[in-house]
């Protein structure tokens, strides 16, 4: 964490340094910072570039064997939009600026659902759904001291309500967010301290005025990917969230991404997506933090087709071709810059292709288990709200964790219970087996002496009713 700090202060020194008194913010765009603070870490930071190796040699060996971790079961991740902007966006009249804010960014309501039913629409073949987080972490206090409290609206002549899911900030600088700049960063996270250490975990969505990249280029949005950030977030421009489709006219969005797929290409990193383009000028994918975006479904290409922002396609044909200078591409892909009436299924392909929805469900269960985990969905709120349709608990669940998921020959793994959810009542558990490929016994530690891909599934019992986890995957 300090190592990464420091880099940040340094980066924001220099560029200050250089640009002097010269314009900082360029015209917002509805690109992506994500790469190039991905590539800028790769390249500064040993102990990051090795855990992204890490994880990209385990994601290689999950994709080969085609397996997912969710093909029984969805994986639910409780959801915070956290609304930012500066004070000289809000001229109206009501007794507080937090009201305004939701009032002209949510439209009375419709337009952060309208954004979470894009999510889960484009997300749904990923076997990944995002539901608005219930319940606020103790750490935060909506309402001023009411731990875990969220803030309370009100317009000054109507009854006031509670913002479930969704908060609201007034700041002079915050509107305006880098995700590199430390010091934006620690101040982001004393007046929103959400995902601290020993609480609930939610996927925050920061809606703010402008994305700053760390060329301090103003871009669409920028998010976290894979492993090892401490601000392991996505942030995205207040234009983009909502979807003119199901309002049209109802609320003002940037021109090319009206239909809220600006923030479903941000969350795609967030699951470890990375540009269909992510090659340089030559195509070459072994450069530092240039290797391609992993996935043999979408050809790697040279650029993006930012400037193919037209009418949607009726097929292939863009003018630019595949890396193996194979025929035009689709550019309807979610990883691409297409604007986002391109974002459609074509010839049959789809805007996130298979490789894709297999790698973001595998990703979910190897790094974002904290988040879907059935006590982190109890604590926040989500398992028993609309989230889940008709959702009546009929036996009981368990979940489980391993303190490795990646190990050599010969090393020892140890699995240990997550939480356990809806124990019939009176009862009390009498068994549980971990099953490791051949071997199964009660004992939670085994020894791994062959390379291979090990499923391992756990097995809890009362007597009177069985619970039988989703599979995890060990590879050696």
């Not at 629409?121 to 001023?144: R, T």
């Not at 996505?234 to 049209?248: A, H, L, M, R, W």
């Not at 009390?428 to 499923?455: D, H, L, M, R």
């Amino acid at each position: 964490m300090y190592y990464l700090l420091s880099w940040r202060r340094w980066l924001s020194f220099l560029v200050l340094l250089i640009l002097g008194g010269l314009p900082l913010i360029s015209q917002a765009q509805t690109s992506c910072g994500t790469s190039e603070a991905h590539r800028f870490r790769m390249l500064h930071d040993a102990e990051f570039r090795q855990q992204i190796h890490q994880l990209e040699e385990q994601m290689a060996r999950l994709q080969q064997t085609g397996s997912r971790s969710a093909v029984n079961g969805i994986y639910r991740i409780p959801v915070v939009f956290h609304i930012i902007t500066n004070p000289i966006n809000l001229t109206g009249n009501y007794s507080s600026p937090e009201y305004e804010m939701y009032t002209k960014y949510n439209n009375g309501w419709s337009r952060i659902q309208d954004q979470l039913d894009r999510l889960n629409d484009e997300f749904a073949s990923s076997n990944i759904q995002f539901c608005l987080a219930q319940k606020a972490p103790e750490s935060y206090q909506g309402v001023a001291g009411v731990p875990g409290s969220w803030q309370e609206l009100s317009d000054g002549i109507n009854p006031s309500f509670t913002s479930v899911g969704v908060t609201y900030t007034v700041h002079n600088s915050l509107g305006n967010f880098q995700a590199s700049d430390a010091v934006q960063v620690a101040a982001m996270e004393a007046i929103l301290p959400f995902n601290q250490p020993q609480e609930n975990h939610y996927l925050d969505i920061y809606v703010v005025d402008q994305v700053i990249n760390v060329s301090y280029q103003s871009v669409g949005g920028e998010s976290s990917y894979g492993v090892g950030y401490p601000f392991d977030d996505v942030t995205v421009i207040s234009g983009s969230v909502g979807n003119e489709d199901v309002n049209p006219g109802a609320y003002s969005l940037t021109p090319g991404a009206t239909q809220g797929k600006l923030l479903v290409h941000e969350v795609g990193h967030w699951l470890l997506l990375k540009h269909v383009f992510e090659v340089d000028e030559e195509c070459n994918a072994t450069a530092v933090g240039m290797t391609g975006d992993h996935l043999p479904g979408t050809p790697s290409q040279q650029e993006s087709h930012m400037n193919y922002p037209g009418t949607p396609p009726a097929g292939i044909g863009s003018g630019i071709t595949s890396c193996n200078g194979s025929s035009p591409l689709y550019f309807n892909n979610h990883m691409d810059y297409t604007s986002d009436i391109n974002k459609i299924t074509i010839n049959g392909v789809k805007s996130f292709v298979t490789d894709q929805n297999n790698r973001m469900n595998n990703f979910a269960g190897v790094a974002r288990t904290q988040w879907f985990s059935v006590l982190n969905r109890i604590q926040t709120g989500i398992e028993t709200t609309g989230c889940i349709p008709n959702y009546t608990p009929q036996n009981f669940t368990a979940e489980f964790t391993a303190d490795r998921l990646t190990l050599c020959a010969g090393e020892e793994v140890s699995f240990s219970g997550m939480g356990i959810d809806h124990l019939p009542a009176n009862s009390q558990i009498t068994g549980w087996t971990f099953t490791f490929t051949e071997t199964s016994g009660a004992t939670s530690a085994q020894t791994v002496n062959y390379g291979g891909n090990y499923p391992v599934t756990f097995t809890l019992s009362t007597g009177e009713a069985t619970s039988l986890v989703p599979t995890r995957y060990l590879l050696l």
